[in-house]
Every structure is written in structure tokens, then in C-alpha cells.
């Protein structure tokens, strides 16, 4: 398992990559609980790529050392992402780098497990967790961790931190477990010796040809396209035919109704319209 941790904090030290080391440190021995061993955990300090993260929205290309972390954090089973608040949102650095990753490949982060953390000097930026990173997380199409931590001055040191981190790291390390499950799976194939009913011809429902529909699906018989008029399986409009009385293939003539037209001479229709006629 290898759990990245990328820290958007820019003083050292920083209560932001402190945050990211606690969660690193409970989520990695979480993440091997079943088999006992150990996740590989990498830091990213983004204060040390800044200079690369901003030449790569000028050039194009990312340095050799931003390039890493691009490889690293896509190489990733796990993801903590952990930034300071500026401006009640994360930081320039913080988002930079993310749109740099996502200008490179689109689909870095697609399916990765991420937790979502922040420090603030006060409790009222805590929302900047759902009104800020869960959305921006989602649009990578990331699967986001139901808990987020957001630690203020005053958390550290208090009750109540600890659970949150603990929490949060067991969502994740179990995210890390069951996706590392599904990618070990083998992609199913059809089973030997068993054709599709389509491809090989036969029907794929009772009394059905099979060149009149897709063919079943999940074992149930598919209904197959609308039938057209004229069509050999399509239901007919009625003709008025009468094979009995007049032979197969021959319609009968509908009575004609008389109208006023049919039956009223020309001039005597003329007159009928004049006033006073």
C-alpha cells in the first residue's frame, strides 16, 4: 500500500504537514491490518515545487521534481491532502498544483481515495472542508472519504481531535482495501464453450429469430426493436378484406356516403350561397 501525503503548508514547521503526519500515522498500520506489513507513506511539500508548479502554467511542461510528485501522487492507493485556509478557501499553492496535475492528465485522480484535511486559525473556516475541497475532490472524480478534519489553534492539544483523525484514517484505509480489491479482480470473460446466442445464430428467446433483437440480457429475453409496417412479424392495419367472399387479395369497396355536393346540382349550390337565396 502507498499512501501519499501532500502538505500545502508553508512555514516550518507547519501545523498543516503536522496534521497530514497524524493521519498518515494511523491510516498506514489501518491500511495492512489484515495481512501485516507496511504502507509505504510519502510526504509532497508543495512549498518546495512552487517555483516548478507556476513555470508549468508558462511552459507547459513540469520540472523534473514536480514531474515526480505528479508520478508519485498518481501512483498513489491512498491520498491525504491537507492545506491551510487562506481567504476562508485552500490555498493558491494548494489549488495550483491539483490544476497542474489535472492539466497533464485528466484522469490522475479518477477512483483514488483521497482524505480531505485543513488547519485555520479559528473553528468558523471548518466548512471550508465541504464548501471548498469535497468539491473540488469530486470534480476530479476522486472518491472522497466520508470524513474530513479540519483543525483549528485551539484543537490542538484538545479532546476531540484525536477521534476525528481516527476516523478518518479508518475510512480511508478501508477505501485503500476495498478498491486494492477490486483492481486485483480479473475482468470476466464468457465462459468456455458458451457462445453468445447472437453471435452464434440461435434465438434468444422462445419463438423469436434471433436477428430481431440484441439478444438476452442478464438471462431475460430483450423485446428488440419496434416492428415496422410491412414487416413479416409486424402486426397489419385492417384492409377490409373479405378472402371468403371475394378472394384472398382482394379489398372490399367501401360504401360512399352521399354529400350535399355529390347530390345538388351546381347552380342550385350557387344560388344556395347569394344572400337571400
Known amino acids: 500500500m502507498r499512501i501519499v501525503v501532500v502538505s500545502a503548508g508553508l512555514s516550518v514547521p507547519s501545523s498543516t504537514r503536522l496534521l497530514g503526519d497524524r493521519l498518515a500515522a494511523v491510516a ?13 507513506v510519502r510526504v509532497i511539500e508543495l512549498r518546495d515545487l512552487a517555483v516548478e508548479i507556476a513555470h508549468t502554467f508558462t511552459n507547459g511542461f513540469p520540472g523534473p521534481a514536480l514531474a515526480e510528485a505528479f508520478d508519485a ?27 497542474a496535475l489535472s492539466s497533464t492528465d485528466a484522469d490522475a485522480l479518477a477512483g483514488t481515495p483521497v482524505l480531505i484535511a485543513a488547519t485555520g486559525g479559528s473553528a468558523r473556516h471548518s ?49 485503500m482495501s476495498a478498491t486494492s ?49 410491412g414487416d413479416a412479424g409486424a402486426p397489419q392495419a385492417p384492409t377490409g378484406r373479405e378472402p371468403g367472399r371475394q378472394g384472398a387479395g382482394v379489398s372490399a369497396p367501401l360504401p360512399k356516403k352521399d354529400t350535399f355536393e355529390s347530390v345538388t346540382p351546381f347552380e342550385e349550390r350557387l344560388a344556395a350561397l347569394r344572400p337571400g337565396g
Open 28 to 40: 498506514a498500520p489501518a491500511a495492512t491490518a489484515p495481512e501485516p506489513g507496511r504502507a509505504d
Open 181 to 229: 480489491a477490486t483492481r486485483s479482480f480479473p475482468r470476466q470473460t464468457p465462459a468456455a464453450g458458451r457462445p453468445s446466442p447472437v453471435a452464434s445464430g440461435s434465438k434468444p428467446w422462445p419463438g423469436g429469430p434471433a436477428t430481431r433483437g440484441p439478444g438476452a440480457v442478464n438471462g431475460h429475453p430483450s423485446p428488440g426493436p419496434a416492428a415496422v409496417p
Open 73 to 99: 501522487v498518481t501512483g498513489a492507493d491512498g491520498l491525504i491532502v491537507v492545506t491551510p485556509v487562506f481567504s476562508a478557501s485552500y490555498s493558491g499553492l494548494f489549488k495550483s498544483f491539483f490544476d
Open 127 to 175: 466548512l471550508v472542508l465541504d464548501h471548498a475541497l469535497r468539491p473540488l475532490f469530486a470534480y476530479l472524480r476522486a472518491v472522497v472519504v466520508p470524513t474530513g478534519v479540519y483543525a483549528a489553534s485551539e484543537d490542538w492539544g484538545a479532546e476531540g481531535l484525536d477521534g476525528r483523525i481516527a476516523r478518518a484514517a479508518g475510512e480511508l484505509a478501508a477505501l
